[in-house]
């Protein structure tokens, strides 16, 4: 019935929702930093940290999100 998938669909979309959290739980999210043209991510990151005093993270992607700048 109508009800019984309403139900199901709201328990998926839960369920979806649970899921996207669980796979970010080691996601950091670091605004601020200027886009280059050719930059190397990687090194960008891994500077930052040692700008800061972090050593030894171990990542395993780096990655610019939204639109590129168009500088």
């Known amino acids: 019935t109508v009800t019984q998938l309403q139900y199901q669909t709201t328990f998926i979309h839960k369920k979806v929702i649970q899921q996207e959290d669980y796979?970010?739980?080691?996601?950091?999210?670091?605004?601020?930093?200027?886009e280059k043209k050719g930059e190397d991510i990687e090194s960008l990151v891994t500077k930052l940290f040692d700008?800061?005093?972090v050593s030894n993270i171990e990542y395993e992607r780096c990655h610019r999100t939204g639109q590129?700048?168009?500088?």
Not at 23 to 34: F, M, P, Q, T
């Open 51 to 53: 700008d800061i005093g």
């Open 68 to 71: 590129k700048d168009p500088s």
């Open 23 to 34: 796979s970010r739980r080691a996601n950091i999210r670091i605004s601020g930093l200027v």
